[in-house]
């Protein structure tokens, strides 16, 4: 078996990303490690890796499956405050381009699931450190189903996929951090291109033109889903004809309709 870390430290050709790497064969979350390090005022780029999470988290508090034979990592980052709502759009078109450098075409649920043949197979969470107004740290998770079954757990089976399912053998998980690693800190580079970014990313969102169902806490609203606009917003068009903009929620497909 191929030491990770090592191999990163070898191959790796990034300035910063991944640069300053934590490896762990088993953890509860990568989340709190990196969020831990970024207390502690690591510099911009540290990562966290680990071979499996016991308590692994997703968005809006859901728990993310992270058995072994996936990729787990958290990066810590420091963006401009005004910026922080294109790092959604960067972490999954960041994955994109990585899946794509090894043979994989993915897509895009608004806002940062990547999917392939409409089966989920990365999962992404952004949390934040404010000091009041100032943003101190974004810590981004990123957990890719590389080389496991999803047939085995049963939650998971009809809605997730993984990159061996999809290739029909073994995928190397290091070469998989060294390809997301690499274009993260490409995308990342570009986050004064607010247009082209956004742009890049509806391209790659399978959500627009289809019909969804959007949970807003207590109450949910259907639509067709337009477009995004500048800031990342899903545009939605109701049924009565108006045109809502989703800051965040849980948004699922319902079925194709054309706009």
Known sequence: ???????????????????????????????????????????????????????????????????????ATSIVLR??????????AITSLAVIHALHNMGLKADIKWPNDVLIGGKKVCGILIENGFSEADLRYMVIGIGINVNFDTYAFQEITDIATSLSMETGKDVPVEEVALQLYT????????IGEEDAVIREWACHMETLGKRVRVSLGSRTIEGTALDVNGSGNLLLRLDD???????????????????
Do not use: C
């Not at 640069?19 to 390090?37: C, N, P, Q, W």
């Not at 274009?183 to 570009?190: F, G, P, S, V, W």
């Not at 989703?246 to 948004?251: F, P």
């Open 79 to 88: 963006p401009p405050v005004k910026k922080i709502r294109l790092i959604p």
């Open 183 to 190: 274009e993260l800190e490409k995308l990342y580079a570009k």
């Open 1 to 71: 078996m191929v030491n990770i870390a090592a191999y990163l430290r070898q191959n790796l050709k990034t300035h910063y990303i991944g640069k300053r790497l934590h490896y762990f064969e088993v953890i509860g979350s990568t989340m709190d490690i990196a969020r831990d390090l970024a207390e502690k005022h690591a510099p911009e780029g540290t990562a966290v890796i680990a071979g499996k999470q016991n308590v692994g988290r997703g968005r809006l508090g859901r728990s993310w499956l992270s058995p072994v034979g996936g990729l």
């Open 241 to 259: 004809g108006s045109v809502q903009g989703i800051t965040a929620g849980d948004v699922t497909h319902v079925r194709d309709q054309k706009h």
